[in-house]
């Protein structure tokens, strides 16, 4: 059973600072996906990782990818408040069609 | 841009009442899915469906059922509500992963469902 874990599962942070959330994963897999949420809102697509070493970056947030690890990271640079979400990541067994999420990591950005 | 929309954004029924819950997708994808989301659980999957009239249980479909009759269309059914089923309940689509694509699931404005 494919099973996804992130951490922290709550992060409060201060505007300008940098953190990482993490996202481990069990077992054999060639796709991940990093999404956000906003509060009473659905979610919303942020980054696909296809490959082992991905990077990919928008604005503030950078996703990578380490298949043989089994981990994928979302780090955030210089925060400000409008990051503040949940952000999910989730993965697909390989040749699977349905994904497989992580419990959420709430981020909150205090001023 | 994908469009998924669901039926209703709020709904209350009673324990009991059969509850029909649709959503649309307007991209032509094959693949369609039903979460549902709750605090500290993440979101589960509960049925997926992969062509029309075609359906596949995800990890928690006890008490649901699905209907995919047009491509376009995916719908949820709760035969007899019960409070425990009491959640936001999200819908998806995606292309299937033979077509182009990098496989990602679109999804919708979810419907929060108060069963009493």
Redesign the interface.
Known sequence: ELKVEQNPLFLSMQEGKNYTIYCNYSTTSD?L?W?RQDPG?????LF?L?SNGAVKQEGRLMASLDTKARLSTLHITAAVHDLSATY?C?V?KS?N????????TRLTIIP | DVKVTQSSRYLVKRTGEKVFLECVQDMDHE?M?WYRQDP??????IY?S?DVKMKEK?DIPEGYSVSREKKERFSLILESASTNQTSMY?C?S?V??SREG?????????TRLTVL
């Open positions: 796709r996906y999404y809102k659905s979610l919303e697509s696909v296809l999910f989730a697909d040749g069609e349905k994904l497989t999420f992580g419990t959420g | 693949n899915f500290g659980l993440g979101l589960r999957l997926f992969y995800g999200l998806a995606a299937v992963r990098q496989g990602e699931q679109f999804f919708g404005p979810g």
